[in-house]
Structures are given as C-alpha cells and as structure tokens.
C-alpha cells in the first residue's frame, strides 16, 4: 500500500541544489517504496559512476539503498553507514507525524579513519576488485575524493535531517490526499488521550478493514507491527506527561493506557533505555 505524495519539483530543486553548494555533497529523495523522486546534482560522483558500470555492482548499490532506508524506516530516525564498496551513506526519514513517507539520502563520502590514503585504497580495491571496470580510472577517482571526519559527517547528515523537516513544513513534498495510516493514527493517538484500550478489532470496525489489511498498514507504513506502534505510541505520549507535568508516574501509566506499573515501567525501558522516573530525571537537568 503505497502513500500518494505531491512533490513541488522547483521547491525540492532548490533545496537540493543549496545543499549542495554549501556542501558539495549530492542528496537522492526517495519515496515510501524507496523508488527516486529528485536528486541533486544528476548524476553520482566519478568513482560511483565508474563501479556502477558492473552489472553486479549496479545491482548492489540498489540493494544497498533499499537496505540503508529499511533500516531509517525501522529505527524511524536518521541512519549512517558504510554501503558495499566502502563509502558512507546516510538517510534521514520524510514524516508525517510517524508516519514515513519518504527518505533523504546523502553519500559516496569517504570517511577519514585513521588510514593513510594507500591503505584505504587496499581496503576499497577489495571491496571491488571483482567488477569488470576500469581500475586505473577508479584509483585516479578515489585519490581526488576529499575525506570528510565523523564529525563533520554526521554534521551534513544531521543538516539533511533538518531539510526533510523543511520539506514537509514547507509543503514542497506532501500527502496527496488523507492516507488510511494517518487516520489510523490519529485514532489511535485519541484513544490514548483516553486512557482508554485499544484492540486490534476496535481499529478494523472503525475503518472497515480486515486484520491483515491493518498488519500490511501497519508494516508498511510504522514499520512495526500495529501492537508494538500502538505501545510506542503510548510512550511517546508518557515522555510528553513526564516532561511538562509533575504527575505521579503511576498516574501517567494510567493515563496512556498502561495502568499495570510494572508492566508500564517494562514497555518504556525498552522503548527509551530508560527507566520514566530516569527519563524524567535527565529531561529535568537538561532544562
């Protein structure tokens, strides 16, 4: 079930266009299905245009995209890595809410990691070294690439993060119509606000689905399974009362839906890696 989205193509060209300037980097928009909707500049940089020139390896860097935003999808935040042939990528969700409709991928950089050039190269020949390319022409490329430190690296990834905020709030990419996912979600979000039980039948009578048309909702567009967004959801919710009222924790357990404390306590540790009462307790020294 893919969501239908609206693309202001002269607004993402800008955008895209002064990443680049003030970057040099190149970004790809892709959307839900992970098939791209803009990019910018046109075409890859001169060492990725030489590899892709392998059918194989052509091959691979598609999977390697698709894998890099599965896993955004399923972390649900900005995903940095190293693709098959040993440059770093990085994605950032488009959302809606939680709701993802899209991703921002930025990459071909080549990280500086404490190897000299020479030994960095070896590293990468080995990664490649069975493609049919040109391998005097992919040495030449490699040794005009800039190296970039991991700080400025998730500096960049952290800014391409910020413009797929922009995005959305500047309508340059949109939902085209109210998608089922959404108002699932905000359903669910009321419900929560209620206190109150939500079942997996309670969801289907309200939009007239099936059970395995809310799981293939679910997965596709929460990237879970909808009792696990439905907890996660519950949670968001309780950091929100943990951070902006003084309630009893127990209270709070109660108000998202959760009034068992203990079992409260269990879905929030595993969800934020923090107790609430921990949670509350770091949300207060940082103010």
Excluded at 136 to 159: C, D, I, P, R
Excluded at 210 to 234: A, C, D, P, Q, V
């Amino acid at each position: 079930m893919a969501i239908k989205i609206r693309v202001d193509a002269k607004k993402m060209e800008d955008l895209l266009r002064n990443f680049y300037l003030i970057t040099g980097i190149r970004i790809v928009v892709f959307d839900d299905n992970f098939e791209k909707i803009a990019e910018y500049p046109g075409n890859h940089c001169g060492y990725c245009k030489i590899v892709r020139k392998d059918p194989n390896a052509r091959a691979l860097c598609k999977i390697s995209d698709i894998k890099g935003c599965g896993e955004c999808k399923k972390l649900k935040k900005l995903h940095i890595y190293e693709c098959h042939a040993g440059l770093m990528e990085a994605v950032a969700p488009l959302k809606v809410g939680d709701i993802i409709i899209g991703y921002l991928m930025l990459g071909q950089l080549l990280l500086e990691d404490g190897q000299n050039r020479r030994q960095k190269w070896n590293r990468m020949y080995d990664r490649v070294k069975n493609y049919e390319i040109d391998f005097e022409a992919l040495e030449n490329s490699f040794w005009k690439k800039n190296n970039l430190t991991q700080e400025k690296l998730h500096a960049v990834a952290k800014l391409m993060e910020s413009c797929a905020s922009h995005l959305y709030v500047t309508e340059t990419i949109s939902v085209e119509e109210e998608d089922l996912s959404q108002r699932i979600e905000a359903y669910i979000m009321k419900k929560i606000h209620k206190g109150a039980e939500i079942t997996i039948e309670d969801i289907c009578d309200e939009f007239e689905i099936r059970r395995t048309k809310l799981y293939e909702i679910s997965n596709h567009s929460f990237g879970m399974g909808i009792s696990e967004h439905i907890r996660r959801m519950r949670v968001k919710v309780a950091c929100d009362l943990l951070r902006n009222t003084e309630d009893r924790v127990s209270d709070i357990a109660t108000e998202v839906g959760i009034p068992d404390y203990n079992y409260f306590t269990k879905v929030f540790k595993k969800a934020m890696g923090v107790t609430p009462r921990e949670y509350r307790k770091s949300m207060r020294k940082q103010t």
